[in-house]
């Protein structure tokens, strides 16, 4: 029989400051129930220069082997989803193979499709340790992300920064993934796009969220139909979703189970326990990308771990462009317990709020494609990862 695969283990980088969405919208002129019930956003962390996506990544994936007690010499497969890549050749994950310390033989890349590069990676990783070819060994996906748009834009609340690290292994300690059955949808839509002379994104807003719920419609029922043939049919007791801003999780909920049959009316009755506990991790991050899926993931199973053990869980994800993939998963037994110790949470404690004039003032400050502040050390948390600027064309981590 073939082991069960899937999530052994997660953990979260934040950067070490946040701005209160209320604030921004008083400074925006804009009444602050728009920002905070009309698209669900709380906070929004905001990345300084040093907290660049491969520092992120690499503050994840340590937390990852230090709370999880997994060790980084068993990892053979290393994949890093991300759009905001610092190179157009050299990939994180290589700056992360170094900083973790990863054995040479394994394979490590990058991967990229708007917020879907993560789950990619996490799909591969399931098919490579299906396959075999693990031989035992782990995967290690890193999702990280810095989302900026234009100061004073619509999706200027929607901003977020941050990185989840997820390990992939056999008989996982946290959610097993369904095998073989999942649902996938593709097409080109002109929604969202990042060009490589800006660092922040284009996007159509309004488009961007129909084309979130056609791509949801078709990936899910893409999944119904695989969920029907197969051999797995206890029900969804929960569902995480790409979390761009909170009131589109609500959305998407709406959508899928009106699908399922549901009068609008009773689709939405189903959101404050099948989705609301994953949505409170996402509210103080903001959009985190890639990893925005798997920090709804964190927060339902930081909040619901013990009580869904043997439940099954959905989880979509969206990567504007656009593909998308609805698949699923069981919480393992003894997930609870396993929760409690990897202080998922622990990451967003302590953090620095900051003023409007401050945050417009990092804004500024990381204007540039390649900032030169080398010799200046970071003011970063003890143990922590930072970049630290560029010398002789070569980025500094310390
Ligand atoms: P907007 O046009 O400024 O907002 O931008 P709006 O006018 O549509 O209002 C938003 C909601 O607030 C509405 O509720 C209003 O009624 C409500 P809804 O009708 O949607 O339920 N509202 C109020 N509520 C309470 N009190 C008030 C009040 N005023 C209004 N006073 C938009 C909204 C999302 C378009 C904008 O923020 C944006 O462009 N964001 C970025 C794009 C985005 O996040 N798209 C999501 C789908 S695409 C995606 O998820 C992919 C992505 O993650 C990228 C990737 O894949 O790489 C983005």
């Not at 980084?72 to 994950?93: F, Q, Y």
């Not at 394979?107 to 590069?117: I, L, M, P, Q």
Request: neutral net charge; aromatic residues 8%.
């Amino acid at each position: 029989m073939t082991p069960s695969i899937g999530i052994d283990a997660i953990a979260l980088a934040v950067p070490q400051g946040y701005i209160e969405l209320s604030e921004l919208a008083e400074a925006r002129g804009v009444p602050p129930g728009k920002y905070v019930e009309g698209l669900g956003v709380r906070r929004m962390a905001v990345a300084q220069r040093w907290e660049d996506p491969v520092a992120l990544a690499a503050n994840a994936a340590r937390r990852l082997f230090a709370t999880s007690g997994q060790d980084p010499s068993r990892v053979g497969l290393c994949v890093v989803g991300t759009e905001t890549a610092v190179d157009h050749s050299k990939p994180i994950a290589a700056w992360l193979h170094r900083l973790l310390g990863l054995p040479q033989r394994a394979r490590v890349y990058e991967s990229k499709h708007a917020c879907f590069g993560g789950t990619a990676g996490l799909l591969t990783a399931l098919d490579w340790i299906a396959s075999g070819s693990a031989g035992g060994r782990t995967a290690l996906v890193v999702c990280t992300d810095i989302a900026r748009y234009e100061l004073r834009s619509a999706g200027e609340p929607t901003q977020g920064a941050g990185a989840v690290a997820l390990l992939v292994s056999e008989r996982p300690r946290l959610l097993a993934l369904d095998p073989s059955v999942s649902g996938s949808y593709s097409k080109d839509v002109d929604d969202f796009w990042r060009p490589l002379h800006r660092k922040e994104a284009l996007v159509d807003g309004h488009h961007s969220v129909q084309c979130y719920l056609d791509a949801l419609e078709g990936a899910y029922g893409a999944w119904k139909e695989a969920n029907a043939a197969g051999d797995l049919h206890a029900p969804l007791a929960r569902r995480c979703y790409h979390v761009p801003y909170g009131k589109m999780a609500r959305k998407a909920h709406r959508h899928a189970r009106q699908l399922d049959g549901l009068s609008e009316p009773e689709a939405d009755a189903t959101f404050a326990a099948e989705v609301a506990p994953s949505l409170a991790l996402p509210a103080e991050v903001g959009n985190v990308y890639t990893g925005s899926l798997y920090f709804a993931l964190a927060s339902l199973l930081h909040a619901e771990a013990a009580k869904l053990e043997g439940a099954r869980v959905g989880l979509f994800s969206y990567g504007s462009g656009c593909t998308a993939e609805f698949f699923a998963g069981r919480v393992a037994s003894g997930a609870g317990a396993l929760v409690k110790s990897l202080a998922l949470d622990a990451p967003l404690e302590g953090r620095r709020r900051y003023g409007v004039a401050e945050y417009e003032a990092i804004r500024a400050a990381d204007a540039e494609a390649d900032p030169s502040f080398a010799g200046v050390r970071p003011p970063t948390r003890p143990g922590e990862v930072a970049f630290a600027g560029i010398e002789n064309g070569r980025r500094i981590y310390l």
